[in-house]
């Protein structure tokens, strides 16, 4: 056994670190579910970004039908 395994046996400081690391899994996995989250706002965005430039492209194509009548 080495001296560090001592330690950590005696410290309990290897629980600590399976604690830290759950945490930061945990951590992890709620930034993941944000970036998720986000990812799907932007999208919708786009998609109605998508949707107001084809209705003005269509505007603008019957004005220009109309204006030309």
Same mark, same amino acid.
Do not use: F, N, P, Y
């Given at each position: ?5 001592? =330690?950590?046996?005696? &410290? ?7 604690? &830290? ?6 951590? /992890? %996995? ?9 990812? /799907? ?5 786009? /998609?109605? =970004?998508? %949707?107001?430039? %084809? ?5 603008? &194509?019957? %004005? &220009? ?5």
């Amino acid at each position: 056994m080495t001296w560090d395994e001592l =330690i950590e046996l005696t &410290t309990g400081s290897d629980v600590e670190s399976q604690d &830290t690391r759950s945490d930061r899994s945990r951590q /992890a %996995a709620e930034a993941s579910d944000r970036v998720r989250a986000a990812d /799907a706002a932007v999208a919708e965005l786009q /998609a109605t =970004i998508d %949707a107001a430039l %084809a209705e003005l492209r269509r505007l603008r &194509t019957e %004005a &220009t039908s109309t204006t030309e009548d």
